[in-house]
């Protein structure tokens, strides 16, 4: 029987057509009958253990389980005979006995798999009357907390590590009664999607542990949103009690997300809680920072900004805003006068001709079915790890994945990994162009070693192929370079050519920002007497922090729409007005394959708070410039969709390959990537994320060949130079870390008065 | 007739030595095989008239099993012995592997002939240091001799054989928790189909046998299918190892025909220790459930006589109990040893098995209530038939045995709360 046989079954006298050889509660999910389950997961494995969607087939003398049942022509069902109701009601007995029954103290309470399926398969006394079995609890991390007395052994954590997560973390040690759920040597769970192991558990087992003992979820209001940390736009559910964001969870989105979230998404929104939260505004005067009332604040912005209006003005865009809010703040920079606006703010590299709406260039699903793929300064295990684990699935489908990167990563598939010097990083890629059979000034030169010649051979060979740019590749400062030689890799192979946008709206603010003006590192190299700051903190969020501290500085006037006060705005700014926050905003993202997603706030805003659309929207009413009066976020939407609601994402870029070069070939050179804990103010301020293995600490990484020769040892504390500042960092010995070149990462606290993320540096001892 | 199968070279000075074991013919089928041009579906075919059936436990035919190889089929196959030896009471591969390990070799090195297979592996009882020792030195020996290796006799036939050790879980004698523990991993069944012929050792075809069966198969094909059968009665050909224990006067492995009847095996075991009256009789291991003695006295050694009587011959594992022996505390210590040795990934057998020897050992330590036996009837009822394995059956059966033929006993613990034996 060929697998795309369709079949005729019966199902409690219902008949059903399915495919020959689905698993019966495939086809009875689809039919929406329902068998109960606690081991089967759509997107798992199948393991059979739980024996609870047992169910009666004819000519079979015991009963089946529905998860592991291939249906075959003319196979009658039974889920609710006699037979399978005995059989169900057994295994429910069976997962009782030793089921701690404390629901009333359990945080699964009212959500759990266990208590629902008990309500109808359940029997009200127990016949057990020994003593429960009691296991051990262990610390798995920040992120999630274990009761494992609850565990009903059904395996699903485990394989999520094995099967979606890509490391296995979690394993069942011990037989029988005695098997437990762990890590077997006490370790942290680290993976970046570890979260989704609290949603497959069925039983209270596994559990957020930010969440924990906050509140029930009979209390909780369900609203959608849409992921603010990268371009994947996840779908998740807000939960709400009394207007206060109680935690987040994923929204089943096959296209984007499926079923799962990154840790970054899910607990976030811890930061909303952060001590740092602005929710007044305040105005700078000599003797610190005054509260004051909107009026007056906004008063003085208008002021400020007349005083600086033409092309002395500069404004600076977190590529996490919506498209409203770059929209407003796009008008109001034209309405006076200037066209310096940008929200690229760790971009290495503005020469070239950037393409017009770069996108993923295929569809989020797509990535599961290319064949081979070619990542050039891209860590989306980490940057984003949702794409990640669509790569993951291609790997384990046989893709070959392939990296040009100034690291070593630590990946969870198989894949080829090129190292090199930031510099050397573009020489692979010219290598693989030339064993391509691209020409150019820069490819001709190249010398092509085996390696390049296999990832070049790989990309031409496969039917389904893509080039993918990541952050790390944004940042280099020969980023036109790693464009333009990425296109006519992709040119000459037949792959797609596609970026990684390293933000929420990266993809989306293209549409609703014009940057024909500086850009924003030139807006900082050429001082502008006055800024407009959104969403960023000055020496976390821009590609050269010393340069913008200082640039703001200087200038005579400096206004922060920001979620959160911190030294460094503090520093910046000369009024600081409170914006609203992820959850509490409506507005619009355009995610990495160009879907355009709107949420609307599930929370409203805290305290005096306002959403930065609004304030926008006042201040261009303040100043006297048209176009601002939307009576909501959907006014503003619809201009945007008016004018930028037809353009395709388009991913040509100019030809820069005799561009010269920028990165430094001698010396030392800074690999200043940032951590996945450290992309944006909310994120940073979530403090159980900052306590996992991932949110490393600033230091300065090399390997031991590189330390030797400098002196150093582990644990030392060295200073790193950079443009003449200084700062003062441990040393780590990091064997992933290649010759000439330190990593010290970005965005971290320490590294506030660094220069440019991939800049020459030198080191001294401390 | 005793000893003509797999302890024939019991009599020998060095049984375990290839040139003992060639002096008596050994070796000689697998030249003959490859000499006299026999052919793979030749050979499937001689066992399936030997009527040759699974020596562990389950009784399956060994023929038809390798008949659902297809043996052409591109790719690696393998041919995997189980020597886990496991099933408490049973004593006998451990034999064959001291005493004959050289015809379990050559057994297996014309199994894999037959079904295609190159690769070999015998998983062996990680306590059976000594057997293992034993079998590893024939496998040396047969290398040398010629017997494994590329090209075997310029057959153009390959096949090598290499031995692993189990790390002591019983459930590793389920043939695919074998195979899983063989691969690495935790030794858990996997859930079939797909069974092994299709998706065996690393995902290969594969079949797997006892060592006893594997042991028969030069027998077999030296003295013919029909020969073997014919040592043995209808439906339960050939002969077969007892491993009897218990209060007799001689315990031991007895090789003997099938349909031998149970008075005369044990009288080969000297009878009854100090005389005493027969009580009861597990007879095919711990999983069987057991037999009344007096009912046991009139059945024959063979898997229709007792299916018959309500129980199965299992491994050939013989427990002989006189009447000092309580019910309640052997039951007991039976239960106990599924209890610990569910591997614990389905429900019923890791819930289930903990269950009844918590009940079972209350009853014994005359905390029992009168509604357990109905409790405990339930709760077998619960396990078995649905697991992913059959040790949740084998936890079951002996409990269903016990409260058939002795529930008396356990009554009278419940209500008196000490033992009815020596009361």
């Keep these: 029987m060929s697998e795309d046989q369709t079949v005729t079954i019966e199902v409690d006298g219902r008949e059903l057509q399915a495919q020959a050889g689905a698993m019966l509660i495939d086809v009875t999910d689809a039919a929406g009958i329902n068998i109960p389950r606690f081991c089967y997961h759509k997107k798992l494995s199948v393991s059979a253990n739980c024996r609870m969607c047992l169910v009666e087939v004819e000519k079979v003398w015991k009963p089946l389980p529905a998860c592991a049942t291939p249906v075959a022509d003319g196979m009658k069902v039974f889920t609710r005979s006699p037979m399978a109701l005995a059989a169900q009601k057994g295994t429910m007995e069976f997962l009782l006995i030793n089921h701690p029954l404390d629901c009333p103290i359990c945080d699964q309470g009212g959500e759990c798999e266990l208590q629902d399926v008990a309500v109808g398969y359940g029997s009200d006394v127990s016949r057990f009357v020994e003593g429960k079995r009691v296991v051990k609890d262990k610390d798995i991390g920040p992120l999630v907390a274990t009761d494992l007395t609850r565990c009903i052994h059904c395996t699903r954590c485990v394989r999520f590590g094995a099967e979606i997560a890509g490391i296995r973390e979690l394993g069942a040690t011990g037989r029988g009664e005695h098997m437990t759920i762990g890590t077997y040597i006490e370790k942290s769970v680290d993976s970046e999607l570890s979260g989704n192991i609290i949603d497959v558990c069925p039983v209270g087992s596994l559990t957020s542990k930010p969440f924990r003992f906050h509140a029930r979820a009979w209390e909780l209001v369900q609203r959608e949103s849409i992921a603010p940390h990268d371009s994947v736009g996840s779908s998740v559910n807000v939960h709400v009690r009394r207007n206060e964001v109680m935690r987040v969870v994923p929204c089943d989105n096959e296209a984007v997300n499926e079923c799962w979230i990154s840790d970054r998404d899910r607990f976030s929104y811890t930061g909303l809680a952060s001590e740092e939260r602005l929710t007044r505004p305040m105005i700078k005067q000599k003797n610190g920072w005054m509260e004051t009332s909107w009026h007056d604040a906004l008063n003085q912005v208008a002021q400020g900004l007349k005083d600086v209006a033409g092309e002395q003005l500069g404004a600076l865009v977190s590529p996490s805003a919506t498209l ?16 310096n606006i940008d929200y690229r703010l760790r971009q290495g590299d503005f020469r070239g001709q950037e393409s017009a709406y770069p996108w993923l260039g295929q569809s989020i699903e797509a990535l599961e079915t290319l064949n081979a793929a070619l990542l050039i300064g891209s860590n989306v295990r980490k940057e984003q790890p949702i794409l990640g684990h669509r790569l993951r699935k291609a790997a384990v489908a046989g893709a070959n994945i392939s990296f040009i990167n100034p690291m070593e990563l630590d990946m969870n598939y198989a894949s080829s990994q090129l190292v ?31 390696a390049h010649k296999a990832v070049a051979e790989q990309l031409k060979t496969a039917d389904n192929a893509s080039v993918l740019l990541g952050n790390i590749a944004v940042a280099h400062p020969d980023y036109s370079l790693l464009c333009s030689l990425a296109a006519k890799v992709a040119e000459t192979s037949g792959a797609k050519l596609g970026f990684l946008p390293e933000a929420a709206n990266s993809t989306g603010a293209r549409l609703a920002i014009r940057t024909d003006g500086l850009n924003a590192t030139a807006m900082l190299e050429h001082p502008r007497k006055g800024y407009l700051l959104m969403g960023v903190e000055p020496a976390y969020d821009f590609y050269n922090p010393a340069l913008a501290t200082t640039a703001f500085d200087k200038a005579e006037f400096v206004v922060a729409l920001t979620v959160f006060r911190s ?92 561009s010269e070069r920028k990165v430094a070939a001698g010396g030392l050179t800074r690999i200043g990537d940032v951590p996945l804990y450290a992309i944006d103010p909310l994120v940073r301020r979530a403090a159980p ?33 950079q443009d003449g500042n200084r ?40 | 007739m005793a000893n003509e199968v797999c302890l024939r070279t019991l009599g020998l000075d060095r049984p375990w030595d290839i040139d003992q074991y060639r002096s008596i013919g050994g070796y000689e089928m697998l030249k003959k095989i490859f000499s006299e041009g026999i052919t793979p579906e030749q050979i499937i075919e001689e066992v399936k008239t030997s009527s040759l059936r699974g020596r562990g436990g389950a009784g399956f035919p060994t023929g038809l099993k390798w008949s659902f190889i297809s043996r052409n089929a591109p790719g690696q196959k393998f041919v995997v012995c189980n020597s886990d030896e496991g099933e408490p009471g049973t004593f006998k591969d451990r034999d064959i592997l001291r005493y004959n390990p050289h015809q379990l070799v050559e057994g297996m090195i014309i199994a894999g002939f037959a079904i295609g297979a190159t690769r070999g592996y015998n998983y062996i009882r990680g306590e059976f240091i000594e057997p293992a020792q034993r ?21 153009g036939f390959d096949f090598d054989l290499n031995v692993h050790l189990g790390g002591g879980a019983y459930v590793c004698g389920e043939e695919t928790a074998l195979l899983e523990s ?26 797997i046998n006892n060592t006893e069966s594997l042991a028969s198969i030069p027998m077999i094909m030296e003295k013919g299918g029909q020969w073997f059968k014919d040592l043995g009665v209808e439906n339960s050909g050939g002969t077969k190892l007892f491993s009897i224990s218990g209060n007799i006067n001689n315990p031991g492995v007895f090789e003997i025909s099938m349909g031998t009847p149970f008075f ?42 007792i299916q018959g009587a309500g129980s199965m011959l299992g491994s050939g594992a013989v427990i002989v109990m006189d009447d000092t022996n309580c019910m309640v505390k052997v039951l007991e210590r039976m239960s106990y040893f599924y209890y610990e040795e569910s591997c614990g990934q389905c429900t019923p057998c890791r819930e289930g098995t903990g269950w009844l020897y918590r009940v079972v050992s209350r009853i014994e330590n005359g905390q029992g209530r009168p509604e357990d036996l109905a409790l405990l009837d339930d709760v077998t009822e619960k396990i078995a038939g649905r697991t992913i394995c059959a040790l949740g059956d084998a936890a079951a059966m002996p409990v269903q045995g016990m409260l058939k033929h002795f529930r008396d006993e356990f009554e009278y613990h419940i209500e008196h709360k000490r033992c009815k034996v020596g009361s």
Excluded at chain 1, 324 to 339: C, D, N, Y
Excluded at chain 1, 427 to 450: C, F, N, R, T, W
Excluded at chain 1, 589 to 595: C, D, L, M, R
């Design chain 1, 324 to 339: 409203e809010e770059m929209h407003l703040a796009q008008k109001l920079v034209t309405g006076l006068g200037s066209s």
């Design chain 1, 420 to 450: 090199n010097t930031p510099a050397g990083m573009v020489d692979d890629l010219a290598a693989v162009a030339k064993a391509q059979g691209a020409s150019g000034d820069i490819i001709d030169s190249a010398e092509v070693g085996d």
């Design chain 1, 567 to 658: 030294p460094t705005i503090e520093a910046a700014a000369d009024v600081m007005l409170p914006i609203s926050s992820f959850g509490e905003t409506s507005g619009t993202y355009v995610n990495a394959e160009g879907t355009w997603q709107s949420f609307a706030g599930a929370v409203s805003p805290k305290g005096e708070t306002r959403p930065a659309w609004k304030v926008l929207r006042v201040l261009g009413n303040m100043l006297d410039i048209d176009g601002f009066d939307q009576d909501s976020s959907v006014d503003v939407f619809n201009e945007v969709k008016e004018t930028a609601g037809d353009r395709q994402p388009d991913n040509t870029v100019g030809d820069a390959t005799d």
């Design chain 1, 689 to 721: 994320l900052q306590q996992t293995k991932d949110a490393i600490s600033a230091s300065i990484r090399l390997n031991a060949r590189e330390a030797t020769r400098g002196g150093f040892a582990e644990g030392d504390r060295a200073v790193v130079v």
């Design chain 1, 727 to 766: 700062a003062v960092l441990p040393i780590e010995i990091d064997p992933n870390v290649p010759d000439s070149c330190v990593r010290v990462p970005a965005g971290l606290a320490g590294t506030e008065m660094l220069g440019g993320q991939f800049g020459e540096v030198t080191l001294e001892k401390a």
């Design chain 2, 135 to 155: 079998f590893q030195d024939a496998i040396d020996q047969a290398r040398e001799a010629g017997f494994l290796g590329e090209n075997i006799f310029g057959s």
């Design chain 2, 182 to 207: 063989i691969e690495g991993k935790k030794g858990q069944p996997r859930y079939k189909p797909p069974f092994p012929a299709h998706f065996g050792l690393y995902g290969c075809p594969t079949i």
């Design chain 2, 264 to 305: 005369e095996l044990l009288e080969m075991a000297g009878g009854m220790k100090d005389g005493r009256p027969i009580k009861a009789v597990i007879p095919g291991g711990s999983s069987s459930p057991v037999i009344p003695g007096e009912q046991m006295m009139d059945l024959t050694m063979d898997y229709d006589s």
